[in-house]
Structures are given as structure tokens and as C-alpha cells.
């Protein structure tokens, strides 16, 4: 059964250009939620609302995630929290 903790692992091997740190380092992404049917629901937030690395990002992220056996698909949701 694929578990939160291995999804998170291989998030990390996103890294962000502009700063050669990984998304789970950076505290980009929010939240991970697995579906019995194999999908995998990634939770992302930018650093700013306009990032120019935006769809590179979301590929990657989609990339490395259905690299797992146990993903049939990788969806992003992507969102903008703009409070400090």
C-alpha cells in the first residue's frame, strides 16, 4: 500500500531552479491525498501567485509521482496562500 511518507520522498527530487532547494523542503507542498484507485492528489502552493517555473513545476511534480508502481495518475491542485 503506498503511504503518504514514500509520495513526500519522491517529491523531493523536484527542485525548484531559482533556488536548487526541493518542494517539500521549501514547504510548497501542502498536502498528499491517496485514493484507493491509485490516484494521488498533490497539494501545491507557489512561492508568489504569477511563478514563471509554475507548469514546469506542476510537470515534474506529476513526473516524478507516477514514477511509483502503485500511481495509476497524478493529479496537482494548485494553490495560492497569500496571508504571512
Avoid at 1 to 7: A, D, G, Q, Y
Avoid at 31 to 39: A, H, L, N, T, Y
Wanted: with cysteine.
Amino acid at each position: 500500500m503506498l503511504r503518504k511518507e514514500k509520495v513526500l520522498e519522491k517529491l523531493k527530487e523536484v527542485i525548484d531552479p531559482e533556488t536548487g532547494i526541493d518542494i517539500v523542503s521549501m514547504n510548497l507542498v501542502k498536502d498528499v491525498i491517496i485514493e484507493s484507485s491509485g490516484i494521488v492528489i498533490v497539494k501545491f502552493s507557489p512561492t508568489v501567485p504569477f511563478c514563471p517555473l509554475l507548469g514546469y513545476l506542476v510537470s515534474e511534480i506529476k513526473k516524478k509521482v507516477e514514477e511509483l508502481d502503485e500511481v495509476s495518475k497524478c493529479d496537482v491542485q494548485v494553490s495560492f496562500n497569500l496571508s504571512k
